[in-house]
Structures are given as structure tokens and as C-alpha cells.
């Protein structure tokens, strides 16, 4: 319709209506993406001129937090000398729709690396739970946990006083 007059399914109200539209790009910053629509409705034959000039503003923004799925985590042995061990962290699995490029923090309850790029982790004997935080260009984020377990693999020593006597009574 123009002017709440419906061109359609009579098109003898109007002679010759056409319709042209420009898009700009305004701004385009990674995250947010802004145009401007310049819509002009025009009739070229009875009257000749411009009917309705209209200014559009799109605005396309990157609010979708990036997907992530953890490891299934595991159990780990320290290697008999003492009662840690390190551990290399696995890659998750990652994607987000807008940005390539993911950043990634590991973070566990005594612990946090932050941009984690490879780096290993000593852990005590127990079980930890451990939290991957990813962000996509745009600060949104996605969270998953999982949990390890250390096993003491250091058999107990008996350390014996020879000159101690204890007497039961």
C-alpha cells in the first residue's frame, strides 16, 4: 500500500509506482555490523516525481555464545617419587558462527590459566573439577566442566627407629 492505499490488486490508481533502494555499510566493527537503507517510491509517469523517501537502519550484532564440549575428563597416576603429577590439558572441541579466532581459560578450584595455549598443570592426589570457559570475539562465552582424579601410585615406606623400645602392658 501506499499512503494506506492498496496497489494491489488495482494498479490503476498508481501508473507507473517503482521502487529503488541503496544499502551502505556504516560501520562494521566485528561484532556489529550497521547499514543504512535509503528506500525512495517513486511514480514516473502521471505525476513524475518522488512519492515517499524512507531511511532505513539495520543493525546486525553478534550476541551467540560460542559452542563448546569438554573432554570426558579421567583418571591419573602419579609416577611412584611423588604425590602429583602433571597433567597436559585436552583441546575441547569449539565453534562459534561469527569468529575464527576462540580464546580459551582453564580454570579448577587452586588454579587458572588464562589464554590457555598448551600449558600443563600439576594436580595433588584427589579428584578436581575442572571448568573450560571460551570466548568468541565478542565476549560471549560458553562453559563446560569436567572432573579428574589422581591416583597415588607411591607405595607407603615403614621408617623404623632401631633403638626405640615400646612395651605393651
Given amino acids: 500500500s501506499i499512503f494506506g492505499e492498496a496497489i494491489y490488486p488495482d494498479f490503476n ?8 533502494v541503496e544499502t551502505i555499510l556504516v560501520s562494521d566493527d566485528g561484532c556489529v555490523k550497521k547499514f543504512m537503507r535509503m528506500w525512495t517510491i ?5 505525476t513524475e516525481g ?3 523517501e524512507h531511511t532505513q537502519v539495520i543493525e546486525i550484532a553478534d550476541f551467540e555464545d560460542p559452542e563448546i564440549t569438554c573432554p570426558s575428563g579421567g583418571t591419573f597416576y602419579t609416577d611412584g617419587t611423588q604425590c602429583a603429577t602433571e597433567i597436559m590439558f585436552e583441546e ?12 580459551l581459560d582453564i580454570s579448577w578450584p587452586v588454579g587458572f590459566i588464562n589464554n590457555w595455549s598448551g600449558e600443563t598443570a600439576t594436580f595433588d ?32 615406606v615403614a621408617v623404623c627407629d632401631q633403638n626405640t623400645v ?3 602392658n
Avoid: K, R
Fill in 166 to 168: 615400646v612395651s605393651l
Fill in 13 to 20: 490508481f498508481y501508473c507507473n509506482v517503482g521502487i529503488s
Fill in 92 to 103: 575441547p572441541e569449539t565453534s562459534d558462527d561469527c569468529s575464527e579466532d576462540l580464546v
Fill in 125 to 156: 592426589v584427589g579428584s578436581h573439577m575442572i571448568t573450560y570457559t571460551v570466548y568468541d570475539g565478542c565476549e560471549n562465552s560458553a562453559t563446560c566442566t569436567f572432573n579428574i582424579n589422581v591416583v597415588d601410585q607411591t607405595p607407603p
Fill in 50 to 52: 518522488v512519492l515517499v
Fill in 42 to 46: 517513486y511514480e514516473d509517469w502521471c
